[in-house]
């Protein structure tokens, strides 16, 4: 009798962890769904192509970001520079726009290259943790934007950079193309190369990479510097869109949004995976959520709120994984 | 009756089983008023759990606890701290950047009117260190003192707390000699003042010098117990391991030398020189050849996981060389090891092993990834055939190779980890305890590779807390103490009994480390 209950409240607890996992791997993919199917039921004008398009837009530097910072949270770090060296390639931009767009382009992301590379030093070999490191470079890193911008707004009239904002491609916005092709780069990264894979090691037992060999601290340092060369690239495209280079606004809260998506979208801050599509759905959902909660005509803050609790979900769903 | 015939703490018939493993089975022990109690035994004996009972962090299935007669039935371990019984661990752990004073009283500080007395504590904890002799400004922060003293502070804490019993688990394992004599003073004055000492070591200079009774643990169980003075050095190390003194190794070498190879002519393919990590390992020299197993003995805290680990690069070493194939080898850089082909199976397979969330195929090409890629691409066709190829040789039971290695056996995921060595073509593979934690069968499967793999000419360097798997499996034992080459048996003189007396040994004995024969080692078993 105890035998048959001990074995029937085991199978209760299988079939328990079995649906937490499927709603872990699965959970973000349904959310955005019935989101989807929320506002086509109930979200007027929502199914058109100038509200995907924006939408789209919206979320692109947010998605860029957030990929960088999923490879971070993949080695169980974290990067909370990324809205600073947002900043800092905004404010480098117009200082190079007199040597054509590429090379001010090239110098943008070569910031952002620097700043990951000074965070990933202080991880990967100092030993400093991540989120000490880049809180370092969050203030930093703005600070450093202003003291190049002379905190000034500056206008850009640049044309080519100011069709990357607003140009687009069979009817595709360039900065969407440009997320999705990181999207794409990030993914065969992650899982085609012996990069991705060692970050995953890595970030799975570092202790057990190190004793078996791998380069951790060159996986460390890269993870970082790639996070920074993104964040300068949204950055660059941010000021095409905005017309303007402003240090003080641009990449605002960034690390947030990108944690939240990343996060969302199943990738565990304690690291060992790296989930490119759910990241993706993690940024397509906090994003569709806060339009819609704005298209009901209902105030930011309330957006804040379910912002806040789908963060808690997605933790709580989560929740299981460390305690294994 | 005297007072220190008196029993002060006892232990009756305690049973205390964990899932899968009974890890007390009618353990009993008896400490007396102002006596030192030393309880050993050879890992997982079962002290630690012992202690755990009787200081209230676990309850035992069954069997009685009495304090000064009376029962007793901790739930916690502050229970047990109220009825006097204090803790002092291996490891400090107190607050690293609180002060002395506060560590002392930490959770019972003197008050005035609802904020803490610092004068009253600090003064408090002056008078307690001063009467046992321990000299310390009690305002600075306990990480700005050494080793010796924070544990000094922590018998402080435990005395402060009007313990009856201290408990010391392995208090001398980060001390010097010097902190150690000092200890052992405050270990005497507690006598004095009637206190009882509950004393875990494993080292015997230590044992024979502060300890009166002791009771011998060994699988669960307890083998001996009385005084510890009518117990030879040797007997102890015997009864510990659970051989006969004169219990001889009943086959001495691998299949491989007996086949009439000698190893010996071969050049060394890992040489290694005065190699020296403090504290643990103090300068350790030997060879390994191909096709030899080399066994390092000794007991828990001799250095031999860290010489291990000095090797492979985990751990950058301070001073000394090694060799691989007459070259010489970069310290501190694991990369560089495995270039240079030594591979490491570490004694810890969850935190140094194994990447839980990873497949097997993962884990198993980890360290090879970089040989099985072209142009930093991953091409897992080749990866596959290599896996498949492993997973039969070494009979890995998984679902498939996509499989997560969390969800395997112990056994299987030792095999992952030495397929994952075995990826490499390794000319040296240093095992550490290859094949503890895991079940008899594939045990026996691990052991059967390690002979293999020497027979097809790898040098194997062996580490095993077990005595019939170190004997059994080497062809010639390096035996360590205290981070140092003690002794090296050899041929017939590969025998538990030479072992033993190398563990033994009294400290101070100059033993040659290649001359030893076994008509050395019976001269010092018997002195």
Redesign the interface.
């Known amino acids: 009798m105890t035998v048959l209950q001990a074995s029937v409240v085991d199978m209760a607890a299988t079939i328990r962890r079995d649906r937490w996992r499927w709603v872990r791997e699965y959970g973000v993919y349904i959310a955005l769904a019935l989101v989807v199917v929320f506002d086509l039921l109930f979200t007027s004008n929502f199914a058109t192509t100038a509200n995907v398009r924006t939408q789209l837009v919206q979320v692109s530097p947010v998605i860029v970001v957030a990929l960088g910072m999923a490879m971070v949270i993949g080695t169980a770090g974290i990067d909370l520079s990324v809205g600073s060296v947002m900043a800092l390639s905004a404010a480098v931009l117009p200082l190079y726009l007199g040597y054509g767009v590429v090379p001010a382009v090239l110098m943008c992301l070569v910031a952002g290259c620097l700043s990951g590379l000074l965070g990933g030093s202080l991880v990967a070999f100092v030993g400093v943790q991540p989120i000490v490191a880049t809180l370092a470079l969050l203030v930093g890193g703005r600070g450093l934007a202003l003291v190049i911008a002379d905190g000034q707004l500056k206008q850009i009239s640049d044309p080519t950079i100011l069709s990357l904002g607003d140009g687009s491609f069979l009817g595709i916005s360039y900065f969407v193309l440009v997320a999705a092709g990181v999207a794409l780069l990030v993914a065969f990264l992650v899982?085609?190369?012996?990069?991705?894979?060692?970050l995953?090691?890595v970030g799975?037992?570092r202790?057990?990479?190190?004793?078996?060999?791998?380069?951790v601290r060159r996986v460390l340092l890269t993870v970082y510097v790639l996070s920074g060369a993104l964040a300068a690239l949204a950055g660059v495209f941010y000021t095409a869109r905005l017309t303007a280079s402003d240090p003080s606004s641009i990449g605002q809260l960034y690390e947030l949004s990108a944690i939240t998506a990343v996060v969302v979208g199943g990738t565990p801050l304690a690291g060992?995976?790296v989930k490119v599509l759910g990241t993706l759905a993690g940024a397509m959902l906090v994003q569709l959520v806060r339009a819609t909660i704005i298209k009901l005509d209902l105030p930011d803050s309330t957006a804040q709120l379910v912002q806040a609790a789908i963060i808690l979900a997605a933790v709580f769903v989560q929740r299981e994984r460390s305690t294994? | 009756m005297s007072e220190t015939n008196r029993p002060v703490l006892e232990a009756i018939d305690i049973t205390k089983s964990f899932p899968g493993v009974v890890a007390l089975s009618d353990v009993s022990l008896t400490v007396h008023r102002g006596t030192v109690h030393a309880l050993v035994g050879e890992n997982g004996a079962g002290k630690s759990t012992l202690i755990k009972v009787l200081t209230g962090v676990h309850s035992a299935d069954s069997g009685d606890v009495r304090l000064n007669g009376e029962p007793v039935d901790f739930t916690r371990p502050s229970e047990a701290q109220h009825a006097g019984i204090s803790t002092v661990y291996q490891e400090v752990n107190l607050v690293p950047l609180m002060s002395v004073a506060r560590n002392i009283f930490l959770g019972r500080e003197p008050t005035r009117r609802g904020l803490i007395d610092f004068a009253q504590m600090n003064e408090k904890a002056e008078h307690v260190l001063t009467t046992y002799g321990i000299d310390v400004d009690v305002r600075r922060p306990l990480r700005s003192l050494g080793m010796g003293v924070q544990q000094m502070v922590a018998v402080a804490r435990a005395i402060s707390l009007k313990a009856s019993v201290v408990v010391m688990d392995e208090p001398t394992s980060s001390l010097e000699p010097r902190e150690v004599e000092k200890l052992f003073d405050v270990i005497r004055r507690l006598k004095a003042d009637g206190v009882s000492v509950i004393y875990v070591s494993h080292r015997m200079e230590e044992l024979y010098t502060i300890c009166e009774q002791v009771t011998v643990l060994r699988d669960g169980r307890r083998v001996h117990t009385g005084p510890l003075l009518e117990l030879p050095r040797l007997e102890l190390v015997a009864t510990m391991l659970g051989r006969e003194v004169a219990e001889v190794r009943s086959h001495g070498t691998t299949g491989y030398a007996d086949a009439g190879h000698d190893v010996t002519a071969e050049t060394p393919v890992l040489v290694v020189r005065n190699l020296t990590r403090r504290p643990a390992v103090a300068g350790v020299s030997f060879d390994v050849r191909p096709g030899e197993v080399l066994g390092l003995g000794g007991l828990l805290g001799a250095g031999r996981s860290e010489t291990v680990k000095a090797v492979?690069?985990?751990d950058r070493a301070e001073s000394g060389d090694v060799r691989v194939a007459g070259r010489h080898l970069r310290s501190g850089s694991?990369?560089a090891?495995?270039?240079a082909g030594i591979a490491?199976l570490?004694e810890d397979r969850k935190?140094?092993?194994?990447?839980?969330?990873?497949s097997v195929r993962?884990n198993i090409v980890?360290?090879a990834?970089?040989r099985l890629?072209r142009a930093?691409?991953?091409s897992e066709g080749r990866q596959r055939r290599v896996v498949d190829t492993l997973m039969k040789r070494l009979r890995i039971k998984a679902s498939s190779p996509e499989q997560k290695v969390?969800e395997l056996s112990g056994g299987n995921q030792q095999k992952v980890l030495l397929a994952?060595l075995l990826c490499l073509s390794p000319k040296v593979l240093l095992l550490d305890e290859p094949t503890r934690g895991i079940d008899v069968g594939a045990k026996a499967e691990v052991q059967a590779l390690v002979e293999e793999l020497a027979q097809d000419g790898i040098g194997v360097v062996l580490i095993s807390s077990e005595v019939e798997e170190l004997l059994e499996g080497s062809d010639r034992v390096v035996v360590l103490k205290d981070g140092v080459v003690v002794d090296e048996l050899r041929g017939e003189g590969v025998s538990g009994d030479a072992l033993m007396a190398a563990l033994a040994a009294e400290p101070g004995t100059d033993r040659v480390r290649t001359s030893a024969t076994p008509g050395d080692r019976q001269e010092v078993a018997s002195s």
């Open positions: 899982r085609r190369t012996t990069f991705g894979r060692q995953v090691a799975g037992n202790a057990a990479s190190r004793v078996a060999g791998l380069p060992g995976r294994r | 492979s690069g985990v694991t990369g090891a495995i270039s490491l570490p935190t140094e092993g194994i990447i839980p969330e990873l993962e980890l360290a990834m970089p890629s930093g691409l991953v969390r994952r």
